[in-house]
């Protein structure tokens, strides 16, 4: 199987490219090789290629600055998935994409945000994000959108390696407590895409296209469990360095302000992902241990 890869430098592109192997032939691509925000070189790409999978793991995700840069992020999380879309269509291939928790406005506070549940963005980056979801469900290319949230590295630029730096830089930390999500380690996502993947491969009915026809559609892909930031950064400092002597304080949202109103709570039910692939992410804090842990 012949796989284009989006992102390959991104946090859970860097871990798909890493597993994708095990299926075939993978083209990684980052912005030097295919600009998603030029829509005629993600064509030009595409049909060079001619993959049988896409995984459009790229996107703009400075959420902040996208309210100053939306041409781009527009272009970037909204035509690029779109343009994608059409071609997947045209060559008979599947789509996988991702997807954001910032699709919903965080008004949810009884339950876990279902699929069904009616997206309504506070955000550019959300809005956008969301534009790029339902262009590929418009398409009618056979499609598999992964929604996820509070992804985090040991890599780059994330929460985890943020709480890291400040606590060997500062005496004092302040960590909003009143938002609630899942954080969700960008390997745990690329695993559970690859079994989802394996999944079809095992059901496969003519091409791949084919065989997840009729179950095209948006699945939440998050960690088990849920926690708020404060927690999550006092988890961390409990993990990797318990000897560290910053002191943690608990704010609430309104004394950390930000260009873009984050969701007050963003945990994803993650039901249908079980039911129609068996597959479950481990609890976030299992799987940050494993992260901390990992040497690679």
Request: aromatic fraction near 8%; hydrophobic fraction near 35%.
């Amino acid at each position: 199987m012949r796989i284009l890869l989006t992102g390959k430098s991104g946090q859970v592109g860097s871990e798909l490219n890493k597993i994708l192997t095990q299926f075939g032939e993978v083209i990684a691509t980052g912005r030097k090789e295919m600009n998603l925000a030029d829509p005629s070189q993600i064509q030009r790409v595409v049909q060079q290629i001619k993959p049988e999978l896409i995984i459009n793991a790229g996107a703009y995700t400075a959420v902040d600055k996208a309210e100053s840069d939306q041409e781009l992020a527009k272009a970037v999380n909204a035509v690029a998935p779109k343009i994608l879309a059409e071609e997947a269509k045209n060559n008979d291939a599947l789509l996988i994409h991702y997807s954001t928790d910032y699709s919903y406005n965080g008004k949810m506070n009884h339950r876990p945000y279902l699929e069904s549940d009616s997206p309504a963005p506070n955000s550019v980056y959300g809005e956008t994000k969301l534009q790029g979801d339902q262009a590929i469900e418009e398409s009618g290319v056979s499609h598999l959108i992964f929604r996820t949230g509070w992804v985090y590295s040991k890599r780059g630029k994330s929460f985890l390696n943020t709480i890291l730096k400040l606590a060997k830089e500062k005496n004092e930390l302040r960590v909003v407590n009143d938002q609630t999500g899942t954080p969700t380690w960008c390997r745990s996502i690329a695993e559970a895409t690859c079994k989802a993947i394996q999944n079809l491969i095992e059901k496969r009915e003519g091409s791949l296209s084919k065989t997840a026809a009729n179950i095209s559609g948006v699945y939440h892909m998050t960690c088990q469990g849920e926690t708020n930031w404060h927690r999550f950064a006092q988890t961390i400092l409990e993990l990797s360095c318990p000897e560290n002597r910053s002191k943690l304080f608990a704010i609430p949202t309104s004394e950390y302000s930000t260009p873009v109103i984050r969701p007050n709570y963003s945990v994803l039910s993650n039901t249908k992902l079980k039911k129609y692939f068996g597959i479950q992410l481990p609890h976030w804090e299992h799987a940050l241990k494993q992260c901390l842990s990992d040497i690679t």
